[in-house]
């Protein structure tokens, strides 16, 4: 089985339609930024409990990031325009939580940025 690593280089070499349904290829941005995320993940849950990581590509051109631990499951889409969106959901009250982080200006990281990432972490 390769590794979620493996699984987003080899989405460098996904075409145009490959869902049947004229989906876009999966841009080397998201993939670039996706493959950071998944690092910075990794390093931060190491030795715990949480259930593997999960990556695809998504109809847009994106990538999505997936995973679950005991008490939430998590996402991160990384859309082709830079756009960041994270989702946590409480598996026992099913509230989600979400927040999206747009590209543009002169800002390098986004406000609560930062935040989320601690957030994301700390699941």
């Given at each position: 089985m390769s590794t979620v690593i493996q699984q987003l280089d080899a989405m460098r070499g996904v075409g145009e339609n490959w869902d049947g349904y004229h989906a876009a290829?999966?841009?080397a941005?998201?993939?670039d930024l996706a493959l950071d995320f998944v690092r910075l993940i990794e390093a931060v849950r190491r030795?715990?409990?949480a259930l593997p990581l999960h990556v695809g590509p998504t109809p847009p051109g994106g990538v999505l990031i997936d995973?679950?631990?005991d008490q939430k499951e998590h996402e991160i889409e990384i859309s082709p325009d830079g756009a960041i969106e994270f989702l946590h959901m409480n598996k026992t009250t099913?509230?989600?939580d979400s927040r999206k982080f747009l590209?543009?200006?002169r800002?390098?990281?986004e406000p609560g940025l930062l935040q989320e990432l601690q957030h994301?972490?700390?699941a």
């Open positions: 290829a999966p841009c941005a998201a993939i030795g715990s409990r995973w679950e631990d099913k509230q989600i590209p543009g200006g800002v390098v990281v994301l972490l700390a």
